[in-house]
C-alpha cells in the first residue's frame, strides 16, 4: 500500500518540537540551531518529505505555474506549439498546467474557472471552435490574472495575442495554385466566426481577384476534419465545374480531399491540386506528401510564453502586443 504523504505537522510530532521550528529548520532559518536543521532534514529526507506548494501558493495568492488551454493535444501544430511554451516556461521557472477544451465550450468554461481556483500565475488560451461568448475569459483578466490568446484568438477582450499570418499565409498558397494551373479553387474553412478562419478566407478571396477568378460561393465550405472532407468532396468531385485545386483550412482536411480524389481515380496532382495548411506530420506521411502552409507552431508557443511572463513579471503594464509569427509555403507531390 501506498504511503501516505508527510507533513510538517508529522515531521514536529515526530521530532518532538513545534511545526513552525521545522518549518523554519527546513527554510535554513538563521535562528534554528545547526543540529536542529540537520536532524530535520535528515527525518524529511529519510520519509521522502515534499513540501506542499499549492498551499503555499494559496497563502502567498501567487504559484509560479502557468496554465493553457489548447483545443486538441492530439493535433500536431498544438502540441509544437506546446513544446515551445514549455520550453521558455521551464526556463524562466515555472511550471506549466495543460487543458483541453476537445473543442468543447462548455468544458473550455470549466477550464477556465479551474485554472482561476488554482491561482496560475496566468493563462495562455487557443479558443475552441464552437466558442462564440468570451465572458469567461474575460473573467480570468478580471481575476487579475494576465492572458495571451496564440492561433484562435478573441478580438473583443484587450490581451496580448500571438497568431500566424493567416491571411498572408492563405494568400501565397492560393495564389501558388492560380501560378501552377489552377482555375477553379475550392477553399474549406473552420467556421467563420473564427479570426483565422476570417482571415484565411480574405486571403483566399484577394488571390482569386487578384488573377482575375470568379468566386463561386458554392465551393467555400465550412469544413475542418478529415472524416467531414471525405464526405463532402466527392460530390464536389462529381460536378461537371468540379475544381481543378482545393485549399484547405489545415493539413487533416486536406488529407481528407486527397483520399476522396483518389477514390474517384483522379490523378494528383495533375488533375486536382490540394494544399494544406500547418506542415505537421501528416503532410509528410501523405502519399503523395502533402503541399501546405508552414505555421511554425514551437515559434508561436515561445512567443506566447514570453509575452506572458513579461506580463506576469510587470514588464508591460498596460502594453498590449499582436505578434504576427510569418509563415512559408512548403512545396511537396499535391501540387505542380
Not at 470549466?110 to 495562455?124: F, H, K
Not at 465550412?222 to 463532402?232: A, G, K, M, P, Y
Request: hydrophobic share 40%.
Amino acid at each position: 500500500m501506498k504511503k501516505p504523504q508527510i507533513t510538517i505537522k508529522d515531521i514536529a510530532r515526530a521530532l518532538n518540537i513545534s511545526p513552525s521550528t521545522v518549518s523554519r529548520a527546513l527554510k535554513n532559518h538563521p535562528d534554528i540551531s545547526q543540529e536542529t536543521k540537520d536532524t530535520v532534514n535528515k527525518y524529511a529526507k529519510d520519509f521522502n518529505y515534499k513540501p506542499n506548494t499549492l498551499a503555499l501558493s494559496l497563502r502567498m495568492s501567487k504559484n509560479n505555474t502557468i496554465g493553457v488551454i489548447v483545443p486538441e493535444i492530439i493535433h500536431y501544430f498544438f502540441s509544437s506549439i506546446l513544446s515551445g511554451i514549455e520550453q521558455i516556461a521551464n526556463a524562466e521557472g515555472y511550471n506549466v498546467i495543460i487543458c483541453q477544451s476537445d473543442e468543447n465550450y462548455e468544458k473550455e468554461v470549466r477550464n477556465t474557472q479551474a485554472l482561476i481556483a488554482t491561482r496560475v500565475s496566468g493563462v495562455l488560451a487557443s479558443l475552441a471552435k464552437r466558442t462564440t461568448n468570451y465572458d469567461h475569459f474575460q473573467e480570468i483578466i478580471n481575476s487579475d490574472i494576465p492572458l495571451v490568446f496564440f492561433d484562435r484568438i478573441c478580438i473583443g477582450i484587450n490581451t496580448d495575442r500571438v497568431v500566424v499570418d493567416d491571411y498572408a499565409g492563405a494568400f501565397a498558397a492560393v495564389e501558388y495554385l492560380i501560378q501552377t494551373g489552377c482555375k477553379r479553387i475550392a477553399f474549406y474553412s473552420s467556421p467563420f466566426h473564427l479570426e483565422i478562419s476570417k482571415n484565411r478566407k480574405n486571403g483566399y478571396l484577394d488571390a482569386l481577384r487578384k488573377y482575375g477568378l470568379p468566386v463561386d460561393d458554392s465551393l467555400i465550405r465550412v469544413c475542418d476534419t478529415r472524416e467531414e472532407s471525405i464526405i463532402i468532396t466527392p460530390e464536389i468531385l462529381d460536378r461537371p465545374d468540379r475544381p481543378d485545386g482545393f485549399f484547405a483550412i489545415n493539413d487533416h482536411c486536406a488529407a481528407g480531399i486527397l483520399y476522396a480524389a483518389k477514390l474517384a481515380k483522379l490523378r494528383v496532382p495533375q488533375d486536382v491540386a490540394i494544399m494544406g495548411f500547418s506542415d505537421g506530420e501528416l503532410a509528410k506521411a501523405c502519399d503523395p506528401m502533402l503541399s501546405t502552409v508552414e505555421q511554425h507552431g514551437y515559434e508561436m508557443g515561445k512567443h506566447a510564453a514570453k509575452l506572458l511572463i513579461d506580463k506576469i513579471n510587470g514588464e508591460t503594464q498596460g502594453q498590449y502586443t499582436n505578434k504576427i509569427v510569418k509563415t512559408n509555403l512548403i512545396i511537396r507531390g499535391t501540387t505542380k
